[in-house]
């Protein structure tokens, strides 16, 4: 589950919202006797007894058999393409900053930059400007391949590519502003802490984070979808329901059109300071049960309720913190070989940003085991809130099948540890047929779907 998308960043006043109806107290002007009933009273069984045969392991593998052939040859070749992906990408930007350093169009840039005011500060968002329009010119064959020729090869993608480059144009002019602020605002710290820019560095971009993460759900998530109040239903009443029962002060639950782009299921809890929503796409609405779905929204509360927008700041700005050191580390390396036949001398010159991207580059390739595990275990512990939350074993199962359209379903332990940002398809299954093992004898879970064995 995409959680994108991610939790809030801090508490807010609860919204309540109420419930059933009022019943009016009766005056009694003397006491009347209590009414007199027959209890039945029956033993329970012993703790950990179950009262149907019911093996966990049996009914993951009976899950997991549920895709096989071609869907699983299509779901496994697509995850492991993007292995590969990983380092075409990384090694495609260094080719891209080779470019602009050897043949000195950076050091070009940089001119025009100089050219058009003396302020240092002002030159830093002239050059990233011309840094960002050129890169995203020459990466754009390749960006085209992966995000809209190959989403179709697989059968992921819903767009004509008229509809995929407008959604392309929106992300770009986000993407645009967004750089222009945070590296004019690093090279400004650069400027006045050469030595430990790396570590002011870190603190910027964290802020920054923190900052898009605060406004992405009301103001940037909507330029790409139509966002709706989700209609009255049970259903609804049940989410608004799970929301409350778990703190989340969110008074509506929303519904946005991500069928314009793909068929994934997707939701998210997100918000702060009286932006919570809670929201779920219509991919998930039209293609998954109601058990599903809370399923889903079990999960995605579970980030929120955790705290997980601050514990991945926490750890991403530490990862960060690394990657700024290795940068640091790395330019003043490459300037000192190379430097003289780019133009480019000091870490403060806009010139010798390819390097610096081209080296964070190659620093998170190297790191993607480690962000991978930090997103993995938070994902984690919304799989275990989610299932005490909402109680739907088997719909986090089936659910979990759903997504290994676009996820292998059963890796190897150590492909799981490298390349997984999400605990695999096994993992969650069998972590949810775990949990109903252990709550079989609960009447809700005893009056729920059979699991397959």
Same mark, same amino acid.
């Given at each position: 589950m995409r959680s994108g998308r991610w939790a809030a960043l801090a508490a807010i006043l609860v919204l309540f919202a109420t419930l059933g109806t009022a019943t009016p107290s009766l005056a009694q002007e003397t006491p009347l006797a209590a009414p007199t009933a027959t209890v039945s009273v029956a033993s329970l069984p012993p703790a950990g007894t179950a009262t149907t045969d019911f093996d966990p392991d049996k009914a993951t593998q009976a899950y997991l058999n549920q895709v096989s052939g071609k869907a699983r040859a299509q779901s496994d070749a697509y995850f492991e393409g993007g292995y590969w992906l990983l380092l075409v990408d990384t090694f495609y930007a260094v080719v891209v900053a080779a470019l602009l350093l050897w043949l000195k169009i950076s050091a070009r840039m940089r001119n025009f930059a100089q050219s058009m005011t003396r302020s240092r500060f002002w030159q830093a968002p002239i050059y990233v400007a011309q840094f960002v329009i050129l890169t995203t010119v020459l990466t754009f064959p390749l960006t085209v391949y992966e995000n809209f020729f190959r989403e179709h090869a697989y059968g992921l993608s819903n767009?004509?590519?008229?509809? #995929?480059?407008?959604?392309?144009?929106?992300?770009?002019?986000?993407?645009? &502003?967004?750089?222009?602020?945070?590296?004019? &605002?690093?090279?400004?710290?650069?400027? =006045?802490?050469?030595?430990? %820019? #790396?570590? %002011?560095?870190?603190? &910027?971009?964290?802020?920054?984070? =923190?900052?898009m993460m605060l406004i992405a759900p009301v103001f940037i998530s909507p330029l790409f979808n139509h966002y709706e109040p989700l209609k009255p239903s049970p259903l609804k009443s049940q989410i608004l329901s799970?929301?409350?029962?778990?703190?989340?002060?969110?008074?509506?639950?929303?519904?946005?059109?991500? /069928?314009?782009? /793909?068929?994934?299921?997707?939701?998210?809890? /997100?918000?702060?300071?009286?932006?919570?929503?809670?929201?779920?796409?219509?991919?998930?609405?039209?293609?998954?049960?109601?058990?599903?779905?809370? =399923?889903?929204?079990? @999960?995605?509360?579970? @980030?929120?309720?955790?705290d997980h927008s601050a514990i991945l700041l926490t750890w991403i700005g530490l990862l960060l913190l690394v990657g700024f050191a290795f940068v640091n580390w790395g330019f003043r390396f490459v300037a000192g070989l190379f430097g003289g036949n780019w133009d480019v001398r000091t870490i403060d010159d806009p010139a010798?940003?390819?390097?610096?991207?081209?080296? $964070?580059?190659? $620093?998170?390739?190297i790191a993607t085991p480690v962000s991978n595990t930090i997103i993995r275990t938070a994902e984690t512990q919304a799989d275990i809130f989610g299932l005490n939350a909402a109680r739907q074993p088997d719909g986090f199962a089936t659910v979990s099948l759903k997504l290994a359209e676009y996820r292998k379903l059963d890796p190897g332990k150590w492909e799981e540890i490298i390349f997984y940002d @999400? !605990?695999?398809?096994?993992?969650?299954? @069998?972590?949810?047929?775990?949990?109903? =093992?252990?709550?079989?004898?609960? !009447?809700?879970?005893?009056?729920?779907? &059979?699991?397959?064995?």
């Open positions: 767009q004509t590519f008229l509809q #995929w480059l407008g959604d392309f144009g929106i992300g770009f002019g986000v993407n645009f &502003v967004a750089m222009i602020v945070l590296l004019t &605002v690093i090279y400004a710290v650069i400027r =006045a802490s050469q030595t430990l %820019w #790396w570590l %002011w560095g870190t603190v &910027v971009a964290v802020i920054f984070l =923190a900052f799970l929301a409350k029962a778990n703190g989340i002060p969110a008074s509506d639950v929303y519904e946005f059109d991500a /069928s314009r782009q /793909s068929k994934r299921i997707s939701a998210n809890v /997100s918000g702060f300071l009286g932006t919570t929503r809670v929201s779920l796409n219509d991919n998930l609405l039209k293609r998954c049960s109601d058990r599903e779905i809370l =399923a889903v929204l079990g @999960h995605e509360m579970g @980030h929120y309720v955790l010798g940003l390819p390097a610096l991207m081209a080296l $964070f580059s190659l $620093f998170m390739l @999400h !605990p695999s398809g096994r993992n969650r299954i @069998h972590m949810s047929m775990q949990w109903k =093992a252990a709550h079989i004898n609960d !009447p809700d879970i005893k009056a729920g779907p &059979v699991s397959p064995q």
